[in-house]
C-alpha cells in the first residue's frame, strides 16, 4: 500500500496555493521589520515608554473603521484586485518613509502616519488572502493550510526583526528603510501572478449595512465565535502589546544593542515555527478551541516571567516558549471564524474579527504605555498578563470553546 502523502506536502503541490504563500511570507517579512526598525528609530529619539507604544497604536487604529468594509470588499470585488491595491499603498508608504529619512526631515509623526497606512494595507490584505486561500486548498486542508500561513507569520517574526536590527547597526535607518522598500517592489510583482477563485460572498443586491449587520449577527449566535472574539480582545489588549516593548526592555533593562534587540523581537518566530510546524502536519484535528485557549493562556504566563528576567538567554528562551502559544492561538483563531461560519460570510466574519483586534490592541496599549510611564515597564506588562489569565476563564465556563468542535454552520438569510 502507498503510504500517504504528509498534509503539508499536500497543500504545497497546489501551484497557486505557493504562489499566495509566498505573497504573505514577503509581506510578513516586511512588516516584521518596519515595525521593530521604526520602534528603534522612536525609542532612540524619544526615550518615551507611551511613545514608544504610539507605535503600535497608530498601527492598530484603522482596523475598526476599516474591517468591516475590507470583508466586504474581499466579497464584492476581485480579490487579486484587493490585494494587488494593498501592496500598491505598503510600497508607496515606505517610499514616502524612505524619501524622509534621506532628506533628514523625518520627524515621530511621519512614523505614526506610516504605521497607520500599514495598519490599513493589513486590514485590506488579511480578508481577502485569507479567504482565498480556503477557496484554494478547501475546508478539508484549511488547518494544515492556516498553520502554513501562521509559519509565514513567524518566519516574518524571525527574519524580519532579525534582519531589521542587523541593518539598522550596519547601515543605519535609511539602508534598512531602503531594503524595506525593496521587499514591497518584489512583493508587488508577484501579487499579479496570483490566481484566485471566484469569491463565493455577498450577492451585489445586498447594501453594505445590511452585510455588516448580517456578520454582526452571526456571531451573536454563535457561542463559539462569541468566545473567541472574547478572548481575542483579552490577547490584543493584555498579552501582544507586550512585544511592542522589547526595544525599550532590550536596551534599558538587558543592555544590548540593536542587533541583540531584533534578535530578542525574533525569539516568538522561532517557537511559533515549531509549533506551527506540528499544526501543519496534524490530520483531523477538532478541538480547535482547546488548541486556541491554552495557546493563550501560554503567552500571557511567559509574559509575567519574561519582563522580570535578568539575563538575556534566559529572556529569549521565555519568548520562544511563548511563541509556542502564540502558533495555537493564531492558527485556531482564524480556523474557528472560518469554520464557524455561513460560507457566505467568511469574508465580513474575517473583517469583524480585525474589528476585534483594531479596537482593543491600541486601547490596551495606550493603558500599559500609560502605565509605564507613570511606573515602570516590567509592573506594566506584569498587571496586564495577570489580569488576562484571569479572563481567560470565563471563555472556559461560560462558551463552548474548549467542548466543542469548529463546523460551518448553515447559511444566514
Not at 524619501?99 to 509623526?109: D, K, M, Y
Not at 541593518?167 to 490566481?195: D, K, S
Not at 522589547?246 to 530578542?264: D, N, R
Not at 529572556?315 to 460560507?343: D, E, R
Request: positive net charge; hydrophobic residues 50%.
Amino acid at each position: 500500500m502507498k503510504p500517504q502523502r504528509a498534509p503539508i506536502l499536500n497543500v504545497l503541490r497546489d501551484a497557486d496555493f505557493r504562489m499566495i504563500w509566498c505573497v504573505g511570507g514577503l509581506s510578513e517579512v516586511a512588516r516584521w521589520m518596519e515595525q521593530l526598525v521604526l520602534s528603534l528609530l522612536i525609542w532612540e529619539v524619544t526615550r518615551s515608554p507611551f511613545q514608544l507604544a504610539l507605535v503600535l497604536v497608530f498601527n492598530n487604529a484603522p482596523r475598526p473603521l476599516c474591517g468591516p468594509f475590507t470583508g466586504l470588499l474581499a466579497d464584492r470585488f476581485s480579490r487579486r484586485r484587493v490585494l494587488f491595491g494593498a501592496q500598491c499603498l505598503a510600497t508607496s508608504t515606505a517610499m514616502g518613509l524612505l524619501f524622509t529619512l534621506i532628506s533628514g526631515t523625518i520627524q515621530p509623526w511621519h512614523v505614526y502616519l506610516a504605521v497607520a497606512l500599514m495598519g490599513i494595507t493589513k486590514a485590506l490584505e488579511d480578508p481577502s488572502r485569507r479567504t482565498a486561500i480556503l477557496d484554494i486548498v478547501g475546508p478539508q486542508r484549511l488547518v494544515n493550510a492556516l498553520s502554513l500561513d501562521g509559519m509565514n507569520h513567524t518566519i516574518g517574526k524571525v527574519l524580519g526583526p532579525l534582519t531589521g536590527g542587523t541593518l539598522v547597526e550596519a547601515v543605519g535607518y535609511t539602508g534598512a528603510c531602503g531594503c524595506i522598500l525593496a521587499i514591497h517592489v518584489i512583493n508587488l510583482g508577484l501579487v499579479t501572478r496570483l490566481r484566485i477563485p471566484p469569491s463565493q460572498g455577498v450577492q451585489q443586491g445586498d447594501s453594505i449595512w445590511r452585510s455588516l449587520v448580517m456578520a454582526v449577527r452571526v456571531a451573536r449566535h454563535s457561542p463559539l465565535v462569541l468566545g473567541m472574539l472574547y478572548v481575542t480582545v483579552v490577547m490584543n489588549a493584555l498579552a501582544f502589546p507586550t512585544r511592542q516593548f522589547i526595544p525599550a526592555i532590550g536596551s534599558e533593562y538587558l543592555g544590548v544593542g540593536a542587533g541583540l534587540v531584533g534578535l530578542l523581537a525574533a525569539a516568538e518566530g522561532f517557537g511559533q515555527l515549531i509549533a506551527s510546524s506540528m499544526l501543519a502536519n496534524t490530520r483531523n484535528l477538532r478541538h480547535h478551541g482547546r488548541v486556541f485557549v491554552a495557546g493563550s493562556a501560554l503567552v500571557l504566563l511567559i509574559a509575567v516571567l519574561f519582563v522580570w528576567a535578568p539575563w538575556y538567554v534566559l529572556a529569549f528562551a521565555l519568548l520562544a516558549i511563548g511563541g509556542c502559544g502564540q502558533a495555537g492561538f493564531s492558527t485556531m483563531q482564524s480556523t474557528i471564524t472560518m469554520l464557524g461560519a455561513p460560507p457566505a460570510m467568511r469574508s465580513r466574519m474575517m473583517g469583524l474579527l480585525s474589528v476585534c483586534i483594531g479596537l482593543s490592541t491600541p486601547l490596551g496599549t495606550l493603558e500599559i504605555g500609560l502605565v509605564a510611564a507613570a511606573f515602570t515597564i516590567p509592573a506594566a506588562i506584569t498587571v496586564n498578563a495577570l489580569a488576562g489569565l484571569l479572563l481567560l476563564w470565563p471563555a472556559v465556563t461560560l462558551t463552548p470553546l474548549v467542548r466543542r468542535s469548529a463546523t460551518s454552520p448553515p447559511s444566514v438569510h
